[in-house]
């Protein structure tokens, strides 16, 4: 578990920074950004779910994974907006992601 864990937190920190450097450049529509923070965003979501059909997660992680996919869906729903950026969406989708970031470090 202590390695899933810590390629938890290493896929996580790169998402967030992802998700940070979106929020920083605040593109029009689908850009670089965009695809950088669902890419790293995708990777930790997929190491959940590898890490529970391996069985390596427990009850507190099955939990989180929930939580990667709002971030995700968030942040999808960023890139491809019916109207403006819902950058409010995004930016609590970061706050989320760096609070499940806590939680993973301890």
């Known amino acids: 578990m202590a390695e899933w864990a ?19 450049e605040k593109p029009e529509k ?5 695809s950088d923070a669902i890419s790293k965003l995708v990777l930790l979501r997929d190491h959940y779910i590898a890490g529970q059909r391996a069985g390596a997660t427990d009850a507190q992680s099955r ?17 491809y907006p019916l109207g403006r950026v819902p950058w409010h969406q995004v930016e609590k989708a ?13």
């Open 6 to 24: 810590a390629r938890a937190r290493t896929h996580g920190s790169l998402a967030l920074e992802a998700v940070e450097k979106l929020l920083r």
């Open 30 to 34: 689908n850009g670089q950004s965009f």
């Open 63 to 79: 939990k989180q994974l929930g939580q990667v996919n709002g971030i995700l869906s968030a942040v999808i729903a960023g890139n």
């Open 94 to 106: 970061r706050e989320a992601l760096a609070h499940l970031m806590t939680t993973l470090r301890t």
